[in-house]
């Protein structure tokens, strides 16, 4: 069975400083991977995504960088953070030619 | 910029009765129309998906679309209090980088 598996589950960071965060999908080969983000009270925006190991594309510009290291990995990051990175971020994968995603358990991000 | 309003923002229904919620999208380009729900502080979890006008029903699920009023809406028999959640309305644009656009959601409460 598939798992998606992602990290920190929570983190608190102060604005300036560096961040990662990590989705691990295991149990599927060469999924389609996605980064979603959802503000507190707002709605769910998809960020990346990534059709193959080392190609992402951005979707919304919000001062991050999202990487596919490894087919199984995903990995959304910035050098420096703002006070509206806070929020619930939430990784995603889905078959190649199939619509349904599978979300992930998610982070929850305080910057102060 | 495709959009997506959902309604009510909130329902409360007795166990037992059926729930009721609306959804308008504003591109009749989306290949399909997905349903989540969304329990607190996890990843959303898709229910229920309709690609055709008309309606489609699993369990004690409806949904009925109709692509000219670019309307969708979603019926939930029966109702139970684990179905209190927030249901998401999410049409699926394909030839955009698989994207989902979400709304921002119904808060659903069954009361025993």
């Known amino acids: 069975a598939q798992t998606i598996h992602q990290w920190p589950v929570a983190e608190i960071k102060a604005v300036g400083s560096p961040l990662s965060l990590g989705c691990t999908i295991k149990g599927k080969s060469s999924p389609n991977l996605y980064w979603y983000w959802q503000a507190t009270g707002g709605t769910l925006q998809q960020l990346f995504y990534s059709i193959t190991v080392g190609q992402v594309e951005s979707v919304v510009q919000l001062n991050l960088s999202a990487s596919r290291p490894k087919d199984d990995q995903f990995i959304l990051s910035t050098e420096k953070l703002l006070l509206s990175h806070s929020g619930f971020y939430l990784c995603?994968?889905?078959?190649?030619?199939?619509?349904?995603?599978?979300f992930g358990p998610g982070t929850r991000l305080t910057v102060l | 910029q495709e959009k997506v309003q959902q309604s009510p923002e909130s329902l409360i229904v007795p166990e037992g009765a059926m729930s009721s919620l609306n959804c308008t999208f504003s591109n009749s380009a989306s290949q399909s129309i997905w349903w989540y729900q969304q329990h607190p502080g996890k990843g959303p979890e898709a229910l229920i998906s309709i690609f055709s006008n008309g309606n489609k029903k699993e369990g004690r699920l409806t949904v009925y679309l109709n692509r000219a009023s670019l309307h969708v809406s979603l019926h939930i028999r029966d109702s139970q209090p684990s179905d209190s959640a927030v249901y998401l309305c999410?049409?699926?644009?394909?030839?955009?980088?698989?994207?989902?656009?979400f709304g921002i959601g119904t808060l659903l409460s069954v009361k025993p």
């Open positions: 999410a049409p699926f644009y394909g030839s955009s980088g698989n994207k989902l656009i």
């Open positions: 995603a994968w889905s078959l190649q030619g199939y619509a349904e995603q599978f």
